[in-house]
C-alpha cells in the first residue's frame, strides 16, 4: 500500500524519543524565522531590483557586485557578525536580542536578501522594454510602470522568494550561531529550528530522529515549490 | 493641434531627423511613408511626446511639452494614444489591457475598489473597452490570454487599448506591416472609425496603396527630413520634389 511509509513514520513521530509539541515547536520556529526573514527580505529586495532595474546611476556596478558576493557569502560568518551585534557589547547589545528568535531572523534577512534581490533582478530586466514603453505610453506614470514590471515578472520574483525561503529554512550554521538551538526545560523549543535539531540529534546518533525532521523540512520545502508551479501554471508560464 | 517646429533629434552618431516642422490637426489622418530606418519610428515617438528631440519644439494644444512641469506633461501626454510596431502586449487578458489606459486615469481609491471587486469576479466591463473592442471586431474575445491571441488580434487589441481612453491624437508605427488582407482591413477601418471620432491620425506606414487608401495628408520622409508632405492626391500624382517622385515610383532604392 502506497500509505505504508506514512503509517510507519506516525508511531515515531508520536513516541518517545518526541516529547509532546517537541516536533510541531521545531517546525514553528522553523517557519516563523523563516517567513518573516523572506518577507522582510522581499521588501527590500523587490523595490531595489525595480531600481536597478530602471535607473542608471554611480556605483551601481558596485551594489552588484555587492549582491553577488553576498550570495556566496558563508552563512556562519554572517551568524558570527550578527551574534557581535547582538552581544553586550556590540552596537545592538541593549536589545538583549542574544539566543533570540528575533536575532535568528536578522541573520536569515542578511543570508536570503541576495539571492532574492539578484534572481528579482534578472527577472526585471527580462521584461520587454516595448512594454514598459506601452504602460508610459498609455498615460502610465513611473509608479504605473513600476507596477506593470512587477506584474510582469511576477513568476521570476515568486521564483527570487522562494529560492530565498529556501536558503533561509535549509541554513544551519547562522542560526546554530546567533540562536544557540536552544529548548525550554520542557522541551519545547525556542531557537532549535529543524536544521539545528537534524544536526543535533544526529550527532547523538538518534538518527531515526532526525530522518524524520529531515522529512519533515524536505516536505515544507517541496510543498513550498509544488505551490509556486502551481501558481506559474494556471497564471501562464509559457514565457 | 500637434505642432513641430524645427525639430532635429540624435541617438548619438549622426541625426536621424534634422530641422523638422510638421503639424497635426484633429480628426485627419496623416501617413509617414519612407525607407525603413529613415526615422519614422522616431517621429512619432516625438509627436507621442514619449520622446524630447534633441532640439526644436513640440507643442500640444498650444503648450511648449517640454518647457511645463511634469504633472502638466503627464496630462498632455494623456490625450495621445500610440500603438507600437512591435508587439507589447501585457501578460494578461483582453479586457485587462484594454482597460489598462482607463484605470491608470483614475484615482487610487477607484483603482483599489475595482481591483477588490475583480478579486470577487463581480467586475463588469466598462463600455468604452467594450466599445474599443467592437471598432476593431473583438468584442467576444474579452477574457482571453493577450500571448494566446494571433499576431492580427494582437495588433487590433493593440488598437482597442489605444482607442478605448478617447485620446485626441493616435499615433500608429506600421500597424498592419505583418497582417493578412483580412486584419489589415479591420485595422484600416478602424482607422477611418477614429478619424470620424474627431482624432487625429499619424500612421506610419510602408505601403503606398495604404497611404492612398487611407490618408488626408501624406509625408514623405527621406534622407534625414520631409522631401514632401501635402494632400494624398497632390502628392502622389503631382510630387514637385524629385526624390519624391523617384521613390514613389520605386525608383529610388535605399
Ligand atoms: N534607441 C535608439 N538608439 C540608437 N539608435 C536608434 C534608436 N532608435 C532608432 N535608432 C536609429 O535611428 C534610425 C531611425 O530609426 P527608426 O526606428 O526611427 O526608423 P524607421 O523609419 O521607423 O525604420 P523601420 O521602417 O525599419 O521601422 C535608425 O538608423 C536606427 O538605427
Ligand atoms: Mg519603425
Known amino acids: 500500500m502506497a500509505l505504508d511509509p506514512a503509517v510507519d513514520l506516525l508511531p515515531a513521530l508520536l513516541d518517545s524519543p518526541f516529547r509532546e509539541g517537541y516536533v510541531s515547536s521545531i517546525v514553528y520556529v522553523s517557519l516563523y524565522v523563516s517567513v518573516i526573514a523572506v518577507s522582510l527580505s522581499t521588501l527590500v529586495s523587490v523595490p531595489v531590483a525595480i531600481v536597478m532595474g530602471f535607473v542608471d546611476f554611480r556605483g551601481k556596478q558596485f551594489v552588484k557586485s555587492v549582491i553577488n558576493t553576498g550570495m556566496g557569502f558563508p552563512s556562519v560568518v554572517v551568524g558570527l557578525l550578527v551574534l557581535f551585534a547582538v552581544s553586550n557589547q556590540g552596537p545592538l547589545g541593549s536589545l538583549e536580542l542574544i539566543f533570540t528568535k528575533e536575532a535568528m531572523i536578522m541573520s536569515q534577512f542578511v543570508l536570503a536578501t541576495p539571492p532574492i534581490t539578484a534572481i528579482s533582478l534578472a527577472a526585471v530586466t527580462g521584461v520587454e522594454g516595448n512594454v514598459r514603453d506601452a504602460a508610459r505610453v498609455l498615460g502610465g506614470t513611473r509608479l504605473d510602470v513600476a507596477l506593470v514590471v512587477i506584474k510582469e515578472a511576477r513568476y521570476g520574483i515568486a521564483t527570487a522568494v522562494l529560492a530565498g525561503f529556501g536558503r533561509a529554512i535549509s541554513e544551519v550554521g547562522s542560526v546554530l550561531i546567533v540562536g544557540g538551538n536552544i529548548t525550554s526545560s520542557d522541551g519545547i523549543s525556542k531557537t532549535r529550528t529543524l536544521t539545528t535539531a537534524v544536526q543535533l540529534e544526529a550527532r547523538q546518533g538518534r538518527y531515526e530522529t532526525a530522518m524524520v525532521l529531515g522529512a519533515v523540512l524536505v516536505a515544507i520545502v517541496l510543498l513550498v515549490n509544488a505551490v509556486v508551479v502551481r501558481l506559474g501554471d494556471t497564471g501562464g508560464m509559457g514565457r | ?254
Open chain 2, 1 to 254: 493641434m500637434i505642432r513641430l517646429s524645427n525639430v532635429s533629434h540624435t541617438y548619438g552618431d549622426g541625426p536621424v531627423l534634422e530641422d523638422l516642422s510638421m503639424s497635426v490637426d484633429p480628426g485627419e489622418v496623416l501617413a509617414i511613408i519612407g525607407p525603413s530606418g529613415v526615422g519614422k519610428t522616431t517621429l512619432l515617438r516625438v509627436l507621442a511626446l514619449f520622446v524630447r528631440p534633441s532640439s526644436g519644439t513640440t507643442e500640444l494644444d498650444g503648450r511648449a511639452v517640454w518647457s511645463v512641469g511634469e504633472s502638466e506633461r503627464l496630462a498632455l501626454r494623456r490625450r495621445i494614444g500610440m500603438v507600437f510596431q512591435e508587439a507589447s502586449l501585457f501578460d494578461a487578458s483582453v479586457v485587462r489591457n484594454v482597460e489598462y489606459g482607463l484605470r491608470v486615469r483614475e484615482s487610487w481609491r477607484e483603482r483599489l475598489r475595482s481591483q477588490f471587486r475583480s478579486v470577487l469576479g463581480s467586475n463588469g466591463t466598462s463600455e468604452a473597452v467594450e466599445e474599443a473592442l467592437e471598432v476593431v471586431d473583438l468584442d467576444d474575445s474579452l477574457e482571453q490570454d493577450a500571448d494566446s491571441l494571433s499576431g492580427g488580434e494582437a495588433q487590433r487589441v493593440s488598437f482597442a487599448r489605444a482607442l478605448a481612453y478617447d485620446p485626441k491624437y493616435l499615433m500608429l508605427d506600421e500597424p498592419t506591416s505583418d497582417l493578412d488582407p483580412r486584419n489589415t482591413g479591420l485595422i484600416e477601418d478602424a482607422i477611418g472609425t477614429a478619424r470620424e471620432r474627431g482624432i487625429g491620425v499619424v500612421v506610419a506606414t510602408h505601403d503606398m496603396h495604404q497611404a492612398e487608401r487611407i490618408a488626408d495628408r501624406v509625408g514623405v520622409l527621406l534622407g534625414d527630413g520631409f522631401s514632401e508632405i501635402g494632400p494624398t492626391e497632390r502628392v502622389f500624382e503631382d510630387p514637385t520634389d524629385d526624390r519624391t517622385r523617384k521613390f514613389i515610383s520605386g525608383e529610388l532604392v535605399y
